[in-house]
């Protein structure tokens, strides 16, 4: 574990981004995670695609259930307002504040046995209500912080630490939030950096339920030979279908790829994912094509990885309930209480 | 001849009915013509289920004294059920009414000698008038209410312009009631003795008085006091609530302009959503609220445990019923006040706040939503089923315009600009109430971590015992806060001084008020205190401590606030008499007179009169 504490003032000649930030501003307390743990490279993934996204810390709200990966919100952006709620109900807490608050961006963290088995339900009713957030599973196929009892990611017959063969198959969390209607989908690997901060970046700005399941090695419980979520299983097993540029709206837009293996999607804000496609029959805005391709190559033991799905135009939980513009929690007295001669008028009608 | 009962303005009219049936509307216009004539009448719905086709009985009790409770016995039945008949004939006083269909004739060992039999061939008159099988079935209610009319002498003009107001605009619907109406009543003036013994006289204890349910009341309370996220999901006696709600909002929240929602409403996929939702919507700054019933506190208390100790505000209102499953919760009972009062695990306790009626619903949904944003905690409002699903007669419900949110300690940009200090956890007042932030307030200053128990007084992580020790001190400092901001309790002293007390809550408020009286005229005065909030206020000691004996009038089996005020109350334990109802109908007057006076006895005090029933 690392304990060491950082250095409190910033070099001065750290670069700043267009809204005055540096990097380090996008940190947050040490780690106390395994070191090697598959969870803090993801952190640094998040504290990177902001930093670059140019987005104010506090503009951020993010919200976890209880695990090593439910633990990682104190480790990043620690000028956001941050809730480590209960195991397994981020969701909820989430779609509460997302109603409360339309204009802050919610990040969600979470495990798979945080979503996967106790939180399922909260899971499944978060995608399909279409709550704008970010949703990140941090997978490692087992319970990290209760010391390593598989989860329900587990793959039928990968082996424990202990030697115990799991039985029952796996919940294949990018297959439920597709069928679910999860308007932005992709899967990665803590380990692949590359990858992994435009998939960050580009589901920040989508508007609508963005969901990413990460791989996410449990150096102290799951990484051994016979697992299935090990560095070197998932390095053997990586199919990535695409690779990602994020293109804010404010850069100027450069053709540097091969046409033909290039797609770009066009979100509603004004900003570009650029698709380097690695496999051609691949179309991401196909959703039944999508879940079958997973669904065969997942049965050839591959793991398919990059931006699995999207739909640009995508609409939120706000827009389906017709809520004001305005967010919730600023409306006051004169917006929300009818007054007393409305109530007259309901006093009358009740006699 | 049997005997026949005579009362005016005072006597139980029970129907009883097939779900589904149509029965519901013409049962209220029933009671509503009666209200209009200035007679108070509180009817109850008893519904075993909610299944199309099985029974449901309505039990309009007419009281010119104003009393709300209930009863007990039936003077007249109106069997319009045949699945039930023997058990409702059965429940007829001797020289009671039973007023039935008689197109169909039965054996007269269905009938009773000691009661008064009035056959109306209901069916016979609908088939012969109407051929649409649903125009005869609605139609046959509105019949029998004509037939009451006659029977009962209440004002067919009142009826009439209760219909007029129903249907303002559709003239034919208004023109065919008012046909069948009077087709009810001039066949009782032409086949019966009109009127029977019982009979409605015009009076003038109505008044300004409203007739709402308490989930409609409480709901206009959180539209009142300014809620915006409501999170649920079904279970009776609740789901009223928050579709009333609802129904409140798309009328009073949205924008003229824009036609937007001024409110958010989730059906969640359980209890654990809803309230979850609830502490992220409160935990952000709105307000927020759930309606529930046992089973969903059941589900909720974990959530409800980490909303304590991370000092979240939530408004949970609890439409309480009688336990888990099916059948028993759709009966009336008061039985999760230890539930709610220590829901969660890790020391914890709440405020629970106890309205008697529909007026308090509404205002004390409101405080809910002021008192969980100043003490930020969860606050429980403790309705019931008899409060919650049945109309009640009560005073108009009021608001001052002056009136503001409450939203509590909240630090705002500019106060953290003008460099106030933070400490999310600090108790900065002396009242162990601490300040917050909204996320997303200031760009550096104000923002924290939100966690359970594991923090020191700026929010950061940890678990040294001391830091733990001073954190529960000040919850429990700030509940002692909450003392003296929850609503005070309601004393009513006896005429003469007593040394006997009695102590009751929440919807056995009108049938206490009536036993009150009873006890006054057999000699016994009792002083009563109507407890309003939990944690009880100073005066609940004092009012212990001022009588030798003290009843505790409650609608569960295990006496359930006595052991809330033994546990958190310096009071001897032995003064305290549990004086419990729960068979799941709603307590009466005579059931409190009687099991108090059977006590007494055990004290030597015997009434001077006795109670005619
Ligand atoms: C209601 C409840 N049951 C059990 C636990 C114990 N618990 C804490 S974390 C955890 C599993 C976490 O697994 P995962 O979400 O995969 O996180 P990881 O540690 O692997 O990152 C469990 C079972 C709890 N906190 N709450
Ligand atoms: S136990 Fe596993 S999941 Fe938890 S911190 Fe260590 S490596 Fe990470
Ligand atoms: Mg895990």
Redesign the interface.
Same mark, same amino acid.
């Given at each position: 574990m690392t304990y060491l504490a950082k250095p409190k003032l910033h070099h001065p000649s750290l670069p700043k981004n267009k809204v005055g930030y540096t990097r380090r501003d996008y940190e947050g307390?040490i780690s106390t995670l395994c070191a090697g743990c598959g969870h803090d490279s993801i952190s640094a993934a998040i504290v990177q695609a902001c930093f670059e996204l140019d987005i104010?810390?506090?503009?951020v709200?993010k919200?976890s259930g209880i695990g090593c990966s439910s633990k990682t919100?104190?480790y990043f952006l620690?000028?956001?307002?941050?809730?480590?709620?209960?195991h397994g109900?981020m969701?909820?807490?989430?779609?509460?504040?997302?109603?409360?608050?339309r204009?802050?961006l919610y990040l969600g963290v979470s495990g798979d046995g945080d979503s996967a088995s106790i939180g399922i339900?909260?899971f499944?009713?978060c995608i399909r209500?279409g709550v704008n957030m970010v949703y990140i599973v941090e997978n490692n196929g087992v319970y990290g912080l209760t010391k390593g009892q598989f989860s329900a990611t587990a793959d039928r017959g990968s082996k424990s630490k202990r030697g115990a063969v799991n039985a029952d198959s796996a919940v294949d969390m990018v297959a439920l939030a597709l069928q679910l209607g999860a308007t932005y989908v992709a899967r990665s690997f803590s380990g692949d950096k590359a990858q992994l901060v435009p998939l960050i970046k580009g589901a920040i700005e989508h508007r609508g339920a963005a969901f990413l399941d990460v791989i996410s090695p449990c150096v102290a419980f799951n990484n051994h030979e016979g697992s299935t979520k090990s560095y070197d299983y998932i390095r053997e097993h990586n199919e990535a279908v695409n690779r990602i540029d994020f293109i804010s709206p404010r850069a100027p837009i450069t053709t540097d790829y091969e046409p033909g293996s290039v797609q770009e999607v066009l979100q509603p804000d004004g900003s570009v994912l650029r698709l380097r496609k690695l496999a051609a029959d691949y179309d991401p805005h196909n959703r039944i094509a999508v879940m079958n391709y997973l669904q065969e190559h997942q049965a050839r033991g591959e793991v398919v990885t990059g931006l699995l799905y999207v739909d640009p135009e995508a609409h939120d939980l706000?827009a389906h309930?017709?809520?004001?513009?305005a967010p919730?929690?600023?409306?006051?007295?004169a917006?929300?209480?009818?007054?007393?001669k409305?109530?007259?008028q309901?006093?009358a009608s009740?006699? | 001849m049997p005997k026949q009962i005579q009362r005016t303005n005072d006597f139980v009219v029970k129907f009883a009915n097939v779900n589904g049936s149509g029965s519901a509307s013409a049962n209220e216009l029933f009671a509503k013509a009666i209200?209009r004539m200035g007679v108070p009448v509180s009817p109850r719905n008893i519904f075993p289920s909610n299944i199309q086709g099985l029974p449901t009985w309505y039990e309009a009790r007419v009281s010119e004294a104003g009393y709300l409770g209930r009863r007990g016995s039936v003077d007249m039945m109106v069997a319009m059920n045949p699945q039930t008949w023997d058990q409702d004939v059965k429940e007829i006083e001797p020289g009671g009414y039973l007023f039935y269909d008689s197109s169909k004739p039965l054996p007269q060992s269905k009938f009773r000698d000691d009661i008064n039999v009035i056959g109306v061939p209901l069916t016979e008159i609908c088939n012969r008038e109407y051929s649409d099988p649903r125009q005869r079935q609605l139609f046959k209610n509105i019949i029998y209410v004509g037939v009451l009319s006659a029977l009962l002498e209440i004002d067919p003009a009142e009826i009439e312009k209760l219909f007029s107001e129903q249907y303002k605009g559709k003239e034919k619907l208004l023109a065919s009631n008012i046909k069948a109406l009077h087709m009810g009543r001039d066949y009782a003036q032409a086949n019966l003795t009109c009127p029977s013994g019982l009979r409605v006289q015009r009076s003038d204890k109505?008044g300004?008085?409203?007739?709402?349910d308490g989930n409609s009341a409480a709901a *206009?309370g959180c /539209?009142?006091?300014?809620a915006?996220?409501a999170?649920w999901y079904p279970i009776t006696p609740s789901s009223s609530l928050a579709e009333a709600f609802g129904r409140y909002c798309s009328k009073?929240?949205v924008?003229k302009e824009?036609?937007?929602?001024?409110?958010?409403?989730?059906q969640?996929?359980?209890e *654990?959503?809803? /309230?979850?939702?609830?502490?992220?919507?409160?935990?952000?700054?709105?307000r927020?609220f759930t309606a529930t019933s046992g089973p969903g506190i059941s589900l909720m208390s974990?959530?409800i445990g980490?909303a304590y100790f991370a000092e979240i505000p939530a408004v949970i209102i609890d439409v309480q019923r009688g336990g888990p499953s099916t059948g028993m919760p759709t009966r009336t009972q008061q039985s999760d006040i230890l539930a709610c009062a220590y829901a969660s695990h890790g020391d914890t306790k709440h405020v629970l706040l106890f309205p008697e009626d529909p007026n308090e619903c509404f205002q004390m949904t409101a405080s809910a939503l002021d008192l969980a944003d100043r003490l930020q905690t969860p606050v429980f409002v403790m309705t019931d089923l008899d409060i919650g699903m049945n109309q009640r007669l009560c005073a108009?419900?009021?608001?001052?315009?002056a009136?503001?949110?409450d939203r509590g300690k909240v630090m705002t940009r500019e106060d953290l600009d003008a460099g106030k200090p933070f400490g999310r956890y600090t108790d900065v007042d002396g009242d162990g109430i601490p300040y917050r932030?909204?996320?997303?307030?200031?760009?550096?200053r104000g923002?924290?971590?939100?966690?359970?128990t594991t923090k020191d007084i700026h929010a950061k992580?940890s678990e040294d015992g001391a830091v733990y020790v001073y954190n529960m001190q000040r919850l429990l400092k700030k509940f002692e806060s909450a003392k003296s901001l929850v609503p005070a309790p309601v004393l009513r002293a006896g005429d003469s001084p007593s040394k006997f007390g009695v102590i009751y809550f929440g919807s056995t408020s009108p049938a206490m008020d009536e036993a009150l009286d009873m006890l006054a005229e057999l000699g016994i005065p009792v002083d009563a205190l109507r407890v309003r909030a939990f944690p009880f206020n100073e005066t609940v000691d004092d009012f212990i401590a001022e009588h030798e004996q003290v009843f505790v009038v409650e609608q569960n089996r295990d006496a359930q606030l006595h052991k809330l005020l033994v546990n958190e109350c310096a009071i001897e334990r032995s003064k305290l008499l549990p004086v419990l109802h729960f068979d799941g109908t709603p307590i009466t007057a005579r059931f409190i007179v009687g099991d108090i006076e059977e006590k007494l006895r055990l004290f030597n005090v015997t009434p001077i009169k006795k109670v005619a029933s």
């Open positions: 307390a104010e810390p506090h503009r709200a919200l919100p104190t620690g000028n956001s307002h941050g809730f480590n709620s209960v109900r969701p909820s807490v989430l779609t509460g504040a997302n109603l409360a608050n204009d802050l339900g909260q499944v009713h209500r706000h309930l017709n809520t004001v513009a919730l929690n600023q409306l006051d007295e917006a929300l209480c009818p007054g007393s409305v109530l007259e309901i006093n009740l006699r | 209200l109505v300004k008085q409203i007739f709402i *206009l /539209v009142y006091g300014g915006t996220v999170a009073l929240r924008d824009t036609g937007e929602n001024r409110y958010a409403i989730i969640a996929e359980d *654990l959503a809803s /309230v979850g939702i609830v502490i992220g919507a409160a935990w952000n700054g709105a927020a974990e959530f980490l108009p419900l009021e608001w001052d315009d009136r503001q949110m932030t909204y996320p997303g307030t200031h760009p550096t923002a924290y971590f939100t966690r359970g992580y």
